[in-house]
């Protein structure tokens, strides 16, 4: 089946640093991409919208300049989150649709802690 | 903008009993989805649903979409340990963005 491979799995920064998180469907193209993010015992919360080629759709509340998405190839797509701080401590995971009409499908997650 | 809402937010079950989780939405959509998550996990797409009033099963899971397409329904009968976890609707309406309800988390007691 399709598999959508995130990494890292989890990640712990200082405040103030940058991490990058990247999404990669492995046996299929996915022009497009969403990011969640899941804060415990909650629901996936849309973050924003990747696009292949052109810029990421955020959804309101979410600042693009903090949350940086590239989509630069329709295998990958990147997550950047800058100058981290303690409440962007978060599960933040990917996800793509293998074929229209379909489920879609998750990657592993990523579980940033900022300390 | 669009809801979907989602109840019980805990099940504890007996193993061995059935139980029912609800999804409601504010507006009609193109189809609803339903996700497991096992604790530590990501989310698996388990179903879609598309027509109004369509039923489908998969072995003790039976879903069920509403027949104005704003709300559905997830059953499991005789409740395993393996049924643990919490599962997710999530309704698409006009595009291609998901909306998740809230969950419903699944514990067992054998």
């Known amino acids: 089946g399709a598999v959508v491979s995130q990494h890292p799995s989890w990640v712990i920064c200082k405040s103030g640093t940058s991490v990058k998180i990247e999404c990669r469907s492995l046996?299929?193209?996915?022009?497009?991409m969403f990011w969640y993010r899941q804060f415990p015992k909650q629901s996936l919360m849309l973050m924003a919208t990747?696009?292949?080629?052109?810029?990421?759709?955020?959804e309101q509340g979410v600042e693009k300049d903090k949350f940086l998405i590239n989509h630069a190839s329709l295998t990958l797509s990147t997550l950047t989150v800058t100058s981290a701080h303690p409440e962007d401590s978060s599960f933040y995971i990917c996800s793509a649709r293998p074929e229209l009409g379909h489920g879609y499908t998750f990657g592993s997650g990523t579980r940033l802690t900022v300390v | 903008g669009q809801q979907v809402m989602q109840i019980p937010q805990y099940q504890h079950v007996q193993e061995g009993e059935d139980f029912t989780t609800y999804c409601n939405s504010s507006?009609?959509?193109?189809?609803i989805q339903w996700y497991k998550q096992r604790p530590g996990g990501h989310p698996v797409f388990l179903i879609q649903l598309v027509k109004s009033g369509e039923v489908k099963k998969q072995k003790r899971l039976t879903f069920q979409f509403g027949e104005a397409k704003k709300n559905s329904s997830l059953h499991i009968t005789a409740t395993q340990t393996t049924d643990v976890g919490t599962y997710f609707c999530?309704?698409?309406?006009?595009?291609?963005?998901?909306?998740f309800g809230a969950g419903t988390t699944v514990t067992v007691r054998a």
């Open positions: 046996d299929f193209q996915a022009t497009t």
């Open positions: 507006t009609t959509l193109s189809n």
């Open positions: 990747s696009n292949e080629g052109s810029k990421a759709t955020y």
């Open positions: 999530a309704g698409l309406k006009n595009d291609y963005k998901l909306s």
